[in-house]
């Protein structure tokens, strides 16, 4: 391809989860010159994943050493929230996305009230936990043990997040065949110009600035460009799926001591069929099972923490689990990072960057547009042409491409 045939474009991000959504998002508002890319779809893997717990916090009160993380993080429901009811030039119009549930419901062990309360004042969140009476818990909740708190903590389907972001920005985002379908040009890590194709043809960009934004790819990417992908860390989940017409919808954690023992969040299929997702504790230490333990172990777990699942509920129950690796920046000693992340090389012309949690999108983005050196010029500027490529599907939620289970065989299979 001829030099007369690269177009300058100020900022290319790499990657189109929800963090290289919302930093193209806002490198557009801002004025900039910006394309982003996808290898596969959007949101693949990670971020089309997520349980959409917009968290403030209250969640990282349960450990000592986790109350710093609650600080970063507590302004975000009430952000996404705004952005869901007041669109505005402050981020992008989340007006069209889904919220699944306007709170989210902890429960078990008697002194949980009072440690959250106490912790989470230290923390100065902004969802505080309320106490609710047994009347007016969620019918599944009223018979566990101990209180039941209600938190402000929204949550939204990832999938019309992602969507509701990406379909702005049609014109300036692009799919390619895999990663080999980006060619990168980079001298001593500094990238030169990036040849996007497809099966259809080929644009060549020459970018003011890079940012790595891929979640897992980001280790690929940094080791194409000469760098340490040691940076990069992956903390893997063992995700259950739970589906029947009959399961009611809930959204909350079950929590013993200090642990979150299961993370449940309810979402429907194509069918309409309501589906549960459950994290947590049970995902966390289900990466060494495998997947008929894993779900064996499940069933026991929600048979102990919801006594009040309807057994017709359970009759036409199907099981499925996943695996997938949530991509950060790596820490210490491998733990979750306090906050949003970002590493940058050549003073700010490239930059790999992590959300660490779903919520925290937005600080990403920020933290991103304060370290690159490109600034916009004066007046709107045209997206530039990437005919003949188009931009890419958003992926499909997990359970649609899950192998399921009846609840017959899998208790069939016994505890874990």
Request: one cysteine or more; charged letters at 25%.
């Amino acid at each position: 391809m001829s030099e007369a045939s690269e177009q300058p474009v100020d900022l290319l991000v790499l990657g189109a989860g929800i963090a290289g959504l919302w930093i193209l998002d806002a490198a557009t508002r801002a004025g900039l010159r910006a394309v982003g890319v996808e290898c596969a779809a959007i949101g693949r893997g990670q971020s089309v994943s997520a349980q959409g717990i917009i968290h403030g916090g209250l969640k990282y009160t349960l450990r000592e050493r986790d109350v710093a993380a609650a600080g970063s993080i507590r302004d975000m429901p009430a952000e996404w929230l705004r952005m869901n009811r007041e669109p505005d030039s402050e981020g992008p119009d989340l007006s069209r996305a889904v919220v699944s549930s306007p709170c989210t419901w902890i429960w078990r062990t008697e002194r949980l009230a009072s440690r959250i309360g106490m912790l989470g004042a230290r923390a100065a969140l902004r969802s505080r936990p309320e106490a609710v009476k047994r009347t007016d818990r969620p019918v599944i909740l009223q018979s566990v043990p101990g209180q039941v708190l209600r938190v402000d903590e929204p949550v939204f389907e990832t999938r019309t997040v992602l969507q509701a972001i990406a379909e702005p920005l049609q014109d300036r985002l692009v799919g390619v065949s895999g990663p080999e379908g980006i060619e990168i040009s980079s001298r001593s890590g500094l990238v030169d110009t990036v040849t996007l194709r497809d099966g259809s043809g080929e644009v060549c960009l020459r970018p003011e600035a890079v940012v790595l934004a891929a979640g897992t790819g980001n280790e690929g990417l940094l080791s194409r460009l000469g760098l340490d992908a040691g940076i990069a860390q992956r903390r893997p989940l063992h995700m259950t799926l739970l589906r029947s017409p009959d399961l009611p919808r809930l959204h909350g954690h079950c929590v013993d001591g200090n642990r979150t023992r299961i993370t449940v969040t309810s979402a429907h299929d194509s069918e309409g069929r309501v589906v549960w997702q459950l994290g947590g504790e049970l995902a966390e230490s289900g990466v060494d099972r495998d997947p008929a333990t894993q779900l064996a172990h499940a069933a026991g777990e929600i048979e102990a923490v919801l006594p009040a699942l309807d057994p017709a509920s359970l009759r036409n129950l199907e099981w499925a689990t996943y695996r997938v690796d949530r991509a950060e920046r790596r820490t210490g000693q491998g733990l979750r990072p306090d906050d949003a992340t970002i590493e940058s090389h050549h003073d700010g012309r490239l930059i790999a960057a992590w959300p660490t949690k779903w919520a925290l999108a937005p600080r990403l983005a920020a933290r991103v547009l304060e370290a690159i050196p490109c600034r916009a010029a004066s007046g709107t500027p045209a997206p530039p042409d990437l005919r003949p490529l188009l931009a890419p599907e958003i992926a499909p939620y997990p359970w649609e491409e899950a192998t399921w289970t009846s609840h017959q065989d899998v208790r069939s299979a016994g505890p874990a």
